[in-house]
């Protein structure tokens, strides 16, 4: 990951990271999702960045959408 990328949530689904990754998308903030889940036994978190000068917005959005 580049340096300019910060790391502003983590999922335990990975379809949780693809509906922020395309929340954020509607709202023009470019992110990274990165799976760090074992791939046979499905253990792990998926990581969603995003580039550090819109990570504080990406941020706030997110919490906004959080139940």
């Given at each position: 990951?580049?340096?300019?990328?910060?790391k502003i949530c983590t999922m335990s689904q990975p379809y949780q990271a693809e509906v922020v990754?395309?929340?954020l998308?509607?709202?023009?903030?470019?992110?990274?999702?990165?799976s760090r889940r074992d791939s046979v036994y499905l253990f792990g978190e998926v990581e969603v960045y995003a580039?550090?000068?819109?990570?504080?917005?990406a941020a706030h959005l997110i919490s906004k959408s959080s139940p």
């Amino acid at each position: 990951m580049e340096k300019n990328w910060v790391k502003i949530c983590t999922m335990s689904q990975p379809y949780q990271a693809e509906v922020v990754r395309g929340m954020l998308a509607e709202h023009n903030i470019r992110c990274v999702v990165v799976s760090r889940r074992d791939s046979v036994y499905l253990f792990g978190e998926v990581e969603v960045y995003a580039p550090k000068d819109q990570a504080l917005l990406a941020a706030h959005l997110i919490s906004k959408s959080s139940p």
